[in-house]
């Protein structure tokens, strides 16, 4: 999980969505859903992008590379 989670973070940019407003989200981290030992966030807006041009094909290379699927 952390090799996951650190290619994620390096090949995108994640950020906070906006409001109608326009005005910036942040998640509540005291807002969750639970039942006893799992708990998760609640849904909250953001934006992903990749942080430069070739993201794209190298996550579809480690896709195939992995054998992971949609």
Known sequence: ?????????WAFDIKPGKDAKG???LPD???GIGNGLIFR??????VI????PDVPSL???AKELHGYSD
Do not use: G, K
């Not at 999980?1 to 973070?9: H, R, T, Y």
């Open 41 to 46: 966030p609640s849904e909250f807006p953001c």
């Open 29 to 31: 981290p005291m807002d």
């Open 1 to 9: 999980i952390f090799i996951q989670i650190a290619f994620l973070l």
């Open 49 to 52: 992008t990749p942080r430069f």
């Open 23 to 25: 005005n910036i989200v």
């Open 59 to 61: 996550v579809a290379e």
